[in-house]
Nanobody
């Protein structure tokens, strides 16, 4: 089993920045593919960003490209960050971290590809 804990959410004005963190614990001897998803009230959970387990390839949904960046901690490969810049009110959501032992290329966007999920952290962007 793997446990994921997110942190770093909060309230920020439009144009501001936040950095989310996700720390994995438990069976973490291997590196996991990790992703960030978000869910706004009344909406489906949607893909935000992901990073592959081996090469560190990154993937983003179009609405956050150029504003958000996903990265791994150099010391602990199963800790990932989501740097969020130029935040907009439409970025308001609960952000979830997800992990999986292996995801095929092109499938990082799907919630069902991930075995492990965190509890989520609220991000609120005021206008």
């Amino acid at each position: 089993q793997v446990q994921l804990v997110e942190s770093g959410g909060g309230l920020v004005q439009a144009g501001g920045s936040l950095r989310l963190s996700c720390a994995a614990s438990g069976r973490t001897s291997s590196t996991y593919a990790m992703g960030w998803f978000r869910q706004a009230p009344g909406k489906e959970r949607e893909f935000v960003a992901a990073i592959s387990k081996s090469l560190g390839n990154t993937y983003y949904t179009d609405s956050v490209k150029g504003r958000f960046g996903i990265s791994r901690d150099n010391a602990n490969k199963n800790t990932v960050y989501l740097q969020m810049n130029s935040l907009k009110p439409e970025d308001t959501a609960v952000y979830y971290c997800a992990a999986d032992p292996g995801i095929s290329s092109g499938r990082y966007y799907y919630t069902y590809e991930y075995d492990y999920w965190g509890q989520g952290t609220q991000v609120t962007v005021s206008s």
